[in-house]
Structures are given as structure tokens and as C-alpha cells.
């Protein structure tokens, strides 16, 4: 009920504003179970999916959306869980990820739709990643249920980093044919198998949305323009302090220079 309502309310609104285009809807099964595996490139892509769905999506999301205290918790609490985001506690990244698992698991095993990011976050320059191996094949094994690969179109224009204002534009939702892992099951715990499940799915992610592969994780990316993005901002900061001393030094030298009695 509340996501029918929340639906309505999200959804109708953006599909207005935005006007998304949607190709290949005709191969999300009108019932049963499924995993939607998708590209990540914004916060929206989590809006923007279900919007152009008749079915219900169940993502996971952080926590803290739903743990944060006072009004404003309460209330993004309540949106997240309206829009069918499932509370998963990241602290520990292989708790947080046995979590992931058993989450998707319940979603299909109650005949619904599982979303899942195999790149684990957003990409931080729009570029493919590498999809981890673990939540997303490990669901598909232990369930059966077909993995639909998913490619956003755009999304990560709407809302550049450090604009307030969304850009009014037409982002894009294409959904690919169903990929069947059948041959593979009761083998969820082979890395090697876990590993080539999740290649086939982020290959056919990028060919439906055209974007760059980079045969990396997206959070180590992150982690390389972080430390790029303060080894830059100390080099700023010791030639800022080198000019200091210079120009401090040709002062008191100048001075000196004036205080040297005439002859």
C-alpha cells in the first residue's frame, strides 16, 4: 500500500518532469521473481527504474537512511522504506554483504523483484566498473531466479556534484533479455564461478549502455581520486607556505637592507 502510494506520489511527478524513455520493458516477466542488475551512475537511478516499472523493485540501502533520529529521520525513513529500500547495516563490510544476500534471497523468495548495483557504488566518472562477485551471483545461484541486466542512460546529468538545482533532461532506462544461470547452480560458494556470473552480467550491462569499461572496482577509483584529491590540495598548501617564507624572507631582507646605516 504504502509503496503504491509512494509510487504515485514519486514517480508520477518525475515521469512528468523528466519524461524517462524506457526501451526493452517487455522483458521484465509480469510476475514471479527476478534480479534487476544495474549500472549505478547517481542517486536517482534507484527513482528513475521504478518509475518506468508496473512491478515493485526492492533495493537495499544504507542504514543509516533509516536509523537517523529526530523529525528528519523519521521522515527519510519512511520515504525509503515507501519506495521499497531494504535497510542493510554497512559497518562491516562482510557482514554488511551477508546482509545484501540474505535480503535479496527473502525479496525472491516472496516471487518479487531484487535491484542490485554489482559495481557496489556509483560510479564516480561514468565510466563501467568491475562488478563484485559476491551479493549479486550468489543470489542468482541460491534462488534460480533470472538475472535482467539494466543499463541508466544519462541520470548522473540531472544532478552534477555540486549543483543544487536537477537539470530538466531526458534520462534513459534500458533493460536487456534475461540471463539464465541455471547451469551453474549449487556452485555459490566457487569463487571462480561467482567471479564469471557477474562478468557475463556487467558485459552485458555495458553493451546496452555503451559506457567505458574499466576492469577495476569503482571504490578503489574513489579511493585513488581521494588520495590524488589531497596529495594536490597539501602540494597547494606547502607552495602556498613556500611563498609565504620567500616573500617573508625578500621582506626582511629589503628591511635590512633599509636599516644598513649610509657610509
Known sequence: MLYGAMKVAVGGPLKVAFRPWVEGLENVPPDGPAILASNHLSFSDSFFLPAVLDRKVTFIAKAEYFTTPGVKGRLTA???????Q????????????????????????????????????????????????????????????????????????????GK??????RPGVRIGKPLDFSRYQGMEHD??????????????????????????YATAMKRQLAEAAKAEKEAEKAAKAALARAEKEQAEKEQADKDKPER
Open 78 to 84: 519512511a520515504f525509503f522504506k515507501g519506495v521499497g
Open 86 to 161: 531494504l535497510p542493510v547495516d554497512r559497518s562491516g563490510a562482510r557482514g554488511a554483504g551477508e546482509a545484501a544476500i540474505k535480503s535479496g534471497i527473502e525479496v525472491l523468495e516472496r516471487g518479487e523483484l531484487f535491484g542490485i548495483y554489482p559495481e557496489g557504488t556509483r560510479s564516480p566518472d561514468g565510466r563501467l566498473y568491475r562488478g563484485k562477485p559476491g551479493g549479486l551471483a550468489r543470489v542468482a545461484l541460491a534462488t534460480g531466479a533470472p538475472v535482467i541486466p539494466v543499463a541508466m542512460i544519462d541520470t548522473e546529468k540531472i544532478q552534477p556534484p
Open 164 to 169: 543544487v538545482m536537477p537539470k530538466l533532461m
Open 191 to 216: 569463487r571462480f564461478v561467482l567471479r564469471a556470473v557477474t562478468d557475463e552480467v556487467m558485459y552485458e550491462i555495458m553493451k546496452l549502455s555503451g559506457q567505458e569499461y574499466v576492469d577495476m
